[in-house]
């Protein structure tokens, strides 16, 4: 029951209804002395009173982290990005949070190095603090686990993949206003990453959906204008116009995206939400071509499974069962988008 060797951070607005949650999963984690910090950045409910009365540290910075964007940087972000006549993406006067800025900022308050940082809407499943602790002796400088982004209704796994918040302060920082990464501070050597297995940590997420999420669009919009060369938030941007029904938009972001010859993978599933807005627009000619380029891209069971099921509501049974038993051939390809259930139950259940 030795005090554990690393620290928990948190950034926080508005979180009281999920932050009593992730900190009764650290029960543990606090018995044994460990620190919890929160940065409160300008909640506007009791997240502040929750936080210490659940024995979190708490350092309350309203606006600090917060980027304004003018009339000028609006017009060119929508010039650069808004296809025929949709929605703009950003407006005048609007703000939008600095992610990286704010994670960079608490992770100095703790006491330990290795520093744990999840989000408030998120509970460790598993969390075994002396196998931690013996991997942090070891020497690791950044920990690598399953983290479970979306569940079905019966609580199963439907998107999980390998994920890191859990580093060393001294040798990694955070970089990006939104969809933040880990990168390594200049002039550090850093170690590979420690995977451990679900029998030691394993971190699931469950959203508030009553949680705005006009800051991502907003957030990607201007890392993207700021930074054109950065292919993983190229993807992010495109895909959230995809949510918002910016279909035109997408197309364009993801074509560009595929273009920076970036990650294949994710450069195949770019393909894919190519091939979802042509669906969305009518166009299932156009449709079927991406989702068919996307398998040529990279041998996955998504575009397969998307053609099975739109095959199925055709009612074209015989184009189902080709494309479903065409899946069961290929087999799991470690990337976060994977939808679980296409490697599991649902190409059998359509067959049968």
């Known amino acids: 029951m030795n005090k554990p060797k690393f ?48 024995s979190c540290k708490v350092e309350a910075v309203g606006d600090k982290f917060r980027i304004n964007i003018d009339q000028d940087l609006a017009e060119k972000i929508n010039t650069k990005f808004v ?20 994670r ?9 190095d290795m520093v744990a940082m999840p989000d408030c809407d998120e509970i460790f499943t598993k969390f075994d603090i002396d196998k931690l602790d013996e991997a942090i002796v070891n020497g690791a400088e950044q920990l690598e686990y399953n983290f479970v ?21 001294k040798k990694l920082e955070w970089s990006g206003i939104i969809h933040e990464v880990l990168v390594g501070k200049p002039g550090m050597t850093i170690l590979c990453p420690v995977f451990l297995g679900e029998d030691i940590i394993k971190l699931e997420h469950y959203q508030n959906v009553e949680t705005n999420r006009d800051g991502y669009l907003k957030g990607l919009a201007v890392d993207c204008y700021n930074h054109p060369g950065n292919d993983r938030n190229s993807h992010y941007f495109a895909r959230e116009m995809l949510y918002l029904g910016r279909y035109k938009s997408a197309i364009k972001e993801f074509l560009h995206h595929i273009s920076m010859g970036g990650w294949g993978t994710e ?86």
């Open 83 to 102: 296809v025929e006549g949709e929605p703009p993406v950003v407006n005048a006067g609007e703000s939008l949070f600095d992610f990286a800025s704010a």
């Open 7 to 54: 620290s928990v951070a948190l950034i926080a607005r508005n979180e009281a209804l999920t932050l009593p949650r992730m900190i009764g999963s650290l029960k543990e984690f606090q018995e044994r002395g460990g620190e919890i910090w929160v940065l409160d950045t300008g909640s506007t409910d009791n997240t502040i009173e929750v936080a210490k009365g659940l």
């Open 267 to 352: 450069a195949a599933q770019s393909m894919i939400h190519i091939g979802e807005c042509y669906k969305s627009l009518g166009e299932m000619d156009e449709m079927i071509l991406w989702y068919t380029k996307s398998f040529e891209k990279e041998a996955r069971r998504e575009p397969l499974m998307h053609l099975a099921e739109y095959y199925q509501s055709k009612n074209m049974l015989q184009q189902v069962i080709f494309y479903c038993e065409a899946a069961l051939t290929v087999t799991h390809v470690p990337f976060y988008s994977n939808f679980q259930p296409y490697y599991e139950n649902v190409p059998h259940e359509m067959l049968y």
């Open 149 to 169: 982004f979306n569940h079905d209704w019966q609580g199963n796994p439907i998107i999980k993949f390998c994920h890191c918040k859990f580093y060393n302060r």
């Open 104 to 112: 960079n900022y608490i992770v100095d308050f703790p006491e330990n």
